[in-house]
């Protein structure tokens, strides 16, 4: 599986494609590895070379999104004193085309891949939106569990618009709203 690292990505990529445009349709219970590998062209054993079942292959895509979340704020939005979307706007877009889709069925297919990326993204109301409040530790709770919840359905209502709305238009709103 080693030997060909880009072989390998292509394959892993056309099964969780296969596998993503069967859970847009219908939930993950009702889909199958023999659908998923007839759709991407391959055989069952080429799937599970990389995923132990469809749970697992569904597991490593929220993996890989929520990892690539949580760069964004660890390495970049949490560097600086301020909460700056604009100067890593290019960044910011780059990550909602390549999950543009996925993100608004994750939400509302898989709670926990909502509480997963609340906590990644509570940081940055914690140090940006909350710290300055003045308030308790349960009012911080409720405040963080408003803006976090808001922010994703406002990200999950984005997606889901067919209208096309630039994503710094997007955060021009949320920002405008939050601060």
Same mark, same amino acid.
């Given at each position: 599986?080693?030997?060909?690292?880009?072989?390998?990505?292509?394959?892993?990529?056309?099964?969780?494609?296969?596998?993503?445009?069967?859970?847009?349709?219908?939930?993950?219970?009702?889909?199958?590895?023999?659908?998923?590998?007839?759709?991407?062209?391959?055989?069952?054993?080429?799937?599970?070379?990389?995923?132990?079942?469809?749970?697992?292959?569904?597991?490593?895509?929220?993996?890989?999104?929520?990892?690539?979340?949580?760069?964004? !704020?660890?390495?970049?939005? %949490?560097? =600086?004193?301020?909460?700056?979307? &604009?100067?890593? #706007?290019?960044?910011?877009? @780059?990550?909602?085309?390549?999950?543009?889709?996925?993100?608004?069925?994750?939400?509302?297919?898989?709670?926990?891949?909502?509480?997963?990326?609340?906590?990644?993204?509570?940081?940055?109301?914690?140090?940006?939106?909350?710290?300055?409040?003045?308030?308790?530790?349960?009012?911080?709770?409720? !405040?963080?569990?408003?803006? %976090?919840? =808001?922010?994703?359905?406002?990200? &999950?209502?984005? #997606?889901?618009?067919?209208? @096309?709305?630039?994503?710094?238009?997007?955060?021009?709103?949320?920002?405008?709203?939050?601060?």
């Amino acid at each position: 599986m080693k030997k060909q690292p880009q072989v390998t990505e292509q394959t892993r990529a056309n099964l969780t494609q296969a596998f993503w445009e069967l859970y847009l349709d219908r939930p993950i219970e009702k889909i199958t590895v023999r659908e998923i590998t007839k759709r991407a062209g391959y055989n069952r054993a080429t799937f599970y070379l990389y995923f132990r079942d469809v749970y697992d292959l569904f597991e490593q895509l929220e993996d890989e999104i929520l990892s690539q979340v949580r760069a964004l !704020v660890d390495n970049r939005l %949490l560097a =600086g004193d301020t909460l700056d979307f &604009s100067n890593h #706007m290019g960044f910011i877009v @780059g990550l909602a085309q390549r999950f543009d889709g996925y993100m608004p069925r994750l939400i509302a297919g898989d709670p926990s891949f909502g509480e997963r990326l609340k906590q990644i993204i509570a940081p940055l109301l914690d140090r940006f939106i909350i710290r300055d409040a003045d308030l308790t530790a349960s009012e911080q709770t409720i !405040v963080r569990e408003f803006y %976090l919840s =808001g922010l994703l359905g406002a990200i &999950s209502a984005w #997606m889901a618009t067919p209208s @096309g709305m630039p994503i710094n238009r997007l955060i021009e709103l949320i920002v405008g709203v939050v601060l």
